[in-house]
């Protein structure tokens, strides 16, 4: 049985679709996680950033408006005893 162009172009556009999914699932999948706390105090506005990467995490901080320092950790427990460690000490997350 002969398609119709308009049967062909239909079966197309759902192919198309397909892929499209497929490349939103790996970009959503491949999205950088990154979650900030801020401290502000009377005399210092400071950040620290902590950045999910493949094979582990990435810390920065320091000053806001200044150049950050960096520090990558392996595990989840350290990363979560540091996050832990910022609350206590008066950081809030902003994102």
């Not at 079966?11 to 706390?37: A, D, F, G, N, V």
């Not at 902590?50 to 989840?76: D, E, L, V």
């Amino acid at each position: 049985m002969r398609q119709t162009k308009l049967e062909k172009t239909l079966i197309e556009l759902k192919q198309l679709k397909s892929k499209i999914r497929k490349i939103e699932t790996s970009l959503k999948k491949k999205k950088p996680r990154i979650y900030r706390y801020e401290c502000y105090n009377v005399s210092s506005y400071k950040f620290w950033e902590i950045r999910k990467t493949s094979n582990g995490y990435i810390a920065s901080w320091g000053k806001i408006g200044h150049p950050a320092q960096g520090k990558k950790f392996y595990g989840s427990r350290e990363i979560r005893s540091k996050i832990d460690e910022k609350l206590r000490k008066g950081y809030f997350k902003t994102n």
